[in-house]
């Protein structure tokens, strides 16, 4: 049986008097691909933030791999990639430089290499001498893809990673994803492109009324039903 890579007991969160999430219980398994779904305010992005580290839990204990989160420190730090609306990215240095530092975080072997390797993925390979605040939404979208496949993270936090990506460039990012995932990579994803979303997912798990309201397979689900569940929100 696939063993628990994060697990959340109890986890709740409140801002003052404002409960957002209240005793989720969720494992996420080795090699699951899970789309987190919910309506704007639900607590979706409070929730990825609290798997991140970046966010402490009002209540409950999360785990990494059977250590809990004040224990697995610099290991969970390193297992994690993240792609959301805050690209992490300098925008005074070029892209290559972002990778170089990013890749001596890391500890990335044979790191000159792996950068040209990463930007012609994302076929930015043209680009890798501009600064970054001169990209486009697009581009700084692709070169976060770019980070992810230098140092390949063990697990993926993506929260709405198709916003500013052209088809092209979700083309690219799905292929990234595909790969990723037969790598036996492990993923939560935060999509309102449910499409694009359920393409990948083995699990759908559905945010509603400050609690876990579904958990189903991506298989006995739909674009539709997803959005029905909104709506009954």
């Not at 049986?1 to 007991?9: A, E, G, K, W």
């Not at 989160?69 to 805050?86: F, N, P, Q, V």
């Not at 929260?159 to 292929?175: A, N, V």
Request: hydrophobic share 40%.
């Amino acid at each position: 049986m696939t063993s628990p890579l994060i697990d959340l007991h109890n986890v709740s969160k409140r801002f003052g008097y404002r409960t957002i999430f209240k005793n989720i219980n969720l494992s996420i398994l080795q090699g699951d691909f899970a789309l987190l779904v919910g309506n704007n305010g639900a607590g979706k992005t409070t929730l990825l933030q609290i798997i991140c580290s970046l966010m402490r839990p009002s209540q409950g204990e999360i785990y990494f791999k059977g250590k809990k989160y004040t224990e697995a420190g610099g290991l969970l730090r390193k297992s994690i990639g993240t792609i959301s609306h805050d690209s992490r990215l300098y925008g005074d240095l070029t892209a290559a430089e972002n990778l170089k530092l990013f890749g001596n975080l890391y500890s990335v072997q044979n790191l000159s290499k792996q950068i040209e390797n990463a930007l012609e993925i994302v076929e930015l390979g043209y680009a890798k001498q501009l600064p970054v605040r001169t990209f486009s939404s697009g581009m700084t979208k692709r070169l976060s893809i770019a980070r992810l496949i230098l140092y390949q993270p063990e697990f993926l936090i993506l929260d709405e990673p198709y916003t500013g990506l052209d088809q092209h460039s979700i083309k690219l990012f799905q292929q990234y994803l595909a790969s990723y995932i037969q790598q036996g990579g492990t993923a939560l994803m935060v999509s309102h492109q449910f499409a694009l979303g359920l393409e990948l997912s083995n699990r759908v798990i559905v945010l509603q009324q400050n609690q876990i309201s579904h958990d189903l397979p991506a298989s006995e689900t739909s674009p539709a039903q997803c959005s029905l569940w909104l709506q009954q929100n």
